[in-house]
């Protein structure tokens, strides 16, 4: 009920009608599949404790934040109209990589105590039609550190 009523009370409002005029159909289509990754870890049980979250020190920011008992997850959504060749996750690249760790690291750093394990999630979200979104989820896609390459 909260999924259908929370983007009716938006658009009434005028938050996210303004915002949609003003933005490209892609960035709309990225804030609906974190609303929608954002309902689906709650379903889960998952205790989302950030959205969209930013620090003036580093560019960039963690889609979102949420512990799933233990477990303090930073979560990123790719969202994709359709089905193409690449998948959605592929998007999350080493740069895309690199760049999540370091605001997780910002993001821990304000923290008072240390979670007991921390993992990086990538939540892919497929709009076939403009109603339904499927939803892949990839646990622990990556971790703190990139596997050293070789070069043949």
Not at 78 to 106: G, P
Request: hydrophobic share 40%; net charge positive.
């Amino acid at each position: 009920m909260l999924e259908v009523l929370i983007p009716a009370i938006d658009r009434w409002s005028g938050r996210i009608g303004a915002r949609q005029q003003d933005t490209s159909a892609h960035l709309t289509l990225g804030d609906q599949g974190e609303e929608a990754a954002y309902f689906h870890l709650r379903k889960k049980g998952c205790m989302v404790v950030a959205r969209r979250w930013r620090s003036s020190r580093q560019p960039g920011d963690l889609d979102l934040v949420c512990w799933e008992g233990e477990t303090l997850c930073f979560v990123e959504v790719k969202t994709r109209s359709r089905f193409d060749v690449a998948t959605a996750e592929s998007a999350v690249d080493a740069d895309k990589r690199r760049m999540i760790r370091r605001m997780a690291r910002l993001y821990l750093s304000g923290l008072r105590e240390q979670p007991k394990h921390v993992r990086f999630d990538i939540v892919s979200v497929y709009f076939n039609d403009t109603a339904t979104a499927e939803l892949r989820m990839i646990p622990n896609a990556f971790g703190w550190t990139e596997p050293a390459h070789r070069w043949n």
